[in-house]
């Protein structure tokens, strides 16, 4: 199980510092696949990677503990952080096909990796591999390719056979299938979703597409400003979004069950994130704001089993969802 606790990540830039994670807690356990969902610039990435232990050089993890079953990845050394990645934690981030090298053979690429966090035999490492692609339906003649010989889908599809081929505890997959059109994406996520669940890895499924997480994961954590604002199972989310954001979210996204309603959008753009925040995240862009959401910030509680909101009117979500279906609602905060 990966269990997060108070993590702070923030950025050094020219002279001040982004605050990019803040006071972040959270958990997924063996099998679970959680959508980890927000707009562009909210922190998904960087949460990611900070997971990973793979962040820019000008980014400090300032305080927090990220535990994989039980052990704290933020106390190994570096060599020992990189063992983990590879063999326990997968990562297909958001361009993979670019993650492979152009001037070797996709065995020999394959091969190097296991070399690398096993001490396979050859003959054991070369029908690890087959196996490997041929359970995202790659003929083993491919081995013999250079990676500019195949089709992005098949290099997204060889990246997530290598990533699991060493069976991870946890898979962090950063938009691993934006590029690629809608049929090769859905043929890509049921392999994943088969390897997934025959590993009985957890899963962290970063993506835009609220319609796309919610078909494909167990449960949803909604990110804005670097923080949690909502996270529930996903019966929960669809049948009962209490955030604000989350609500917007739902009512901005196409192909999200809306029964042909028009699509809001949430007008006005992501905070800055140059200080830490004092009220709420969303203050400046929520319909349903109040003078304590500017000044005060509303804690992540638990409303029920499994569901907690960051909302200081969680009592009147119910109303929420009805009004945030209007367009008029969002028109108020232009
Ligand atoms: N190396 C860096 N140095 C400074 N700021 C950074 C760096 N990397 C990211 N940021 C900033 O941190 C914030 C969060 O970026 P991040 O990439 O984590 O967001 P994201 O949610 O993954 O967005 P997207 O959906 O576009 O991928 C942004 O404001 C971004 O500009
Ligand atoms: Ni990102």
Redo the contacts with the bound molecule.
Sequence with gaps: MLQVNDLYVN?K?DNNK?Y?IQNLSMKIRRGERLGLV??????????ARALLRLL?P??VISSGQILLDGEDLLALSKEQMRKKRGKEIAFIP?NAMNALNPVHRIRDQLIELLYEHTSMPKKKALETIRAAIHSVDIHERHLNDYPHQLSGGMKQRIIIAMTLMLQPTLIIAD?PTTALDVIVQQNILHKLRTMQEALNSALLFIS?DLALVSSFCHTIVVMYGGKIMETCRMEQFLARASHPYSIGLQYASPNFSMNGEALITIPGMPPK?TELSKGCQFHERCPFVSDKCVSVEPKLQQIAEGHKVACHYVSEAQRFRREAKEIATWERRR
């Design positions: 950025y830039r982004a990019v927000g707009e562009s610039g909210c922190g998904k990435t960087t949460l820019s000008n980014a958001q938009e835009h994130l």
